[in-house]
């Protein structure tokens, strides 16, 4: 991916030397305080940037530390509001080396049924329970795997990379690949607990928005965001195995979350449009 900096409103306009990153001058501008908290803030000013293409398709963002400094945050507002803009496919983490900005695509997240909020919570419930337990797995089976156990992660990798482009079926693969891992820990816990589970915890088993979505780019990213955790147990790397899985999940639960957000002000929206209608039907008929 190209690293720009020309017209980046968040790189400074001084010569700086080759490979250094960008200091707290490098930024202007702060997050608008607003009720629903800095990170949303955050979100919002480096999305308009994104959106505006004052920062353009492959720059680099600077570093969390020089982000904090600028905009006079904590780490975990920084991590929060990246999260975010991951979810919302503005930008992508490649964990050891940075986030770049996207393409910004129409309609951004895919759009969740006010129907399918029920059922939303309760995937958001797994993927919870899936950031706790894959990210150590994630970690352990970078320590741990055999070559037998990296060979079978990179069929699966390739099966659903083949299954992408055929439009086939990517969730056994998916499922397969996380199984894997489970099972390299060496603990037989963690692989009993992920078969208990099955693929339903693959978000897009139960969500038919995620299935019917831009398929062919939102696989795609969950393809490149495997590709880091794999690379990661391949090196035998345990806290970028576990920084990669986080961030995979943590990108599933942000969409699903900002989905169900969306899904939640529709469904309000509909029942107060349907609520007036009713009182004024009701007063209508009391004139008459």
């Keep these: 991916m190209v690293q720009t900096t020309a017209g980046n409103p968040l790189v400074s ?55 904090m400094q600028a905009y006079g945050v904590s780490r975990t507002v920084v991590r929060e509001a990246l999260s975010k803009l991951q979810a919302g496919g503005l930008v ?22 006010p129907g399918e909020i029920a059922a939303s919570v309760d995937v958001l419930a797994v993927l919870e329970l899936r950031i706790s337990l894959e990210t150590e797995s994630a970690g352990l089976a970078a320590s741990r795997r055999t070559e037998e156990q990296l060979v079978a992660m990179r069929q699966a990798l390739d099966d659903f990379e ?50 019917i979505q831009d ?20 090196r035998r790397d345990p806290e970028s195995a576990r920084a990669a899985m986080r961030i995979h999940l943590t990108n599933s639960r942000e969409r699903l979350r900002m989905a169900q957000e969306a899904a939640q002000q529709q469904k309000a929206k509909a029942e107060g449009v349907g609520a007036a209608a009713g009182q004024g039907g009701g007063a209508a008929s009391s004139d008459n």
Excluded: C, W
Aim: charged share 20%; net charge positive; glycine share 10%.
């Design 215 to 234: 398929g062919g780019a939102y696989l795609s990213r969950v393809n490149r965001e495997h590709e880091e955790i794999y690379a990661a147990i391949a």
């Design 92 to 113: 992508e983490t490649l964990h050891g080396v940075g986030t770049f900005v996207l393409q910004p695509r129409p309609g951004g997240v895919f759009r969740l049924d």
């Design 13 to 67: 306009d001084a010569p700086a030397e080759a490979g250094s990153a960008a200091g707290p001058a490098a930024f202007v501008g702060r997050p608008r305080q607003r009720a629903r908290g800095l990170a949303h803030g955050l979100v919002e000013d480096l999305g308009d940037k994104i959106r505006s293409q004052s920062l353009r398709p492959g720059d680099k963002l600077p570093t969390e530390s020089a982000i």
């Design 162 to 211: 083949h299954n992408v482009t055929i439009a086939g079926d990517t969730v056994a693969p998916d499922f397969r690949f996380h199984l894997q891992i489970a099972q390299s820990t060496g603990n037989p816990y963690f692989a009993d607990i992920m078969r208990h589970l099955g693929t339903t915890i693959i978000p897009r088993t139960r969500i038919s928005a995620i299935r």
